[in-house]
């Protein structure tokens, strides 16, 4: 096996959103959302939704983190362009949600594509959906 190295390095987004912020709910209600904007993109296709807690916490030495309420992953491509075998190795894009006690954590890697970093980026920014309110002490 051959190990290379990309000429670019990818960052990692990370959004976290109190709940106050938000009309969602839970994980899923997010990734419902989620799946709702690679369906409606031009170039995007859905893949799967995977439950990782419900995975992690099924594995007789499966370890969740006591603060990680749920967590799962969307997963699809932008699959515009094919240019190299190992393009592959980049693909297909995830998005993934954590619930936490008193946030979201989103979260994704970043893609080679502008047009797909934008488009993450958009439908990530637009779950914070409303205005924080206070909490009561």
Known sequence: MQQTFTREAYALFSLEIDKSETTYTSVDEIL???KSCVEADPIAT????FDHYAHT???EKGQ???NILAAGN???CFGLTLPTPQAMALRPRSIGVVELPNTFYITFLQAPMPVANTAMENWVRAIRNREPTEIPA
């Open 74 to 76: 969307i997963v699809f």
């Open 64 to 66: 969740i983190h006591d």
């Open 46 to 49: 859905f893949i799967a939704i």
């Open 32 to 34: 419902g959302y989620l």
């Open 57 to 59: 916490s099924g594995l």
